[in-house]
């Protein structure tokens, strides 16, 4: 499964509580699911929005650790990302 990493950019340092309170709720919605299902999880660069990085989460199967990971090596040669 691919998903956005963060439902949006990072936010301002002087955010009130509250916002901030409902920036967190909105991010645990997209991390919380490998998390709770015991599923691998890894997140590559995937660009730039608003002048701020973007990634992409990639959720695997039960047991897809290696192939999540040679998924994720694979694309980043796409995503701006130069190996040594």
Do not use: K, Y
């Not at 936010?11 to 919380?32: G, H, I, K, M, S």
Request: hydrophobic share 50%.
């Amino acid at each position: 499964m691919a998903l956005p990493t963060s439902p949006c950019i990072a936010p301002r340092v002087d955010l009130p509580a509250e916002q901030l309170e409902a920036l967190r709720v909105r991010v645990q919605r997209l991390t919380c699911m490998s998390v709770l299902s015991g599923l691998p999880q890894i997140t590559i660069p995937a660009g730039i929005a608003d002048g701020c990085p973007a990634g992409l989460s990639l959720i695997g199967w039960a047991g897809g650790d290696e192939a999540l990971l040679d998924l994720a090596g694979a694309l980043a040669r796409f995503c701006g990302v130069v190996r040594p």
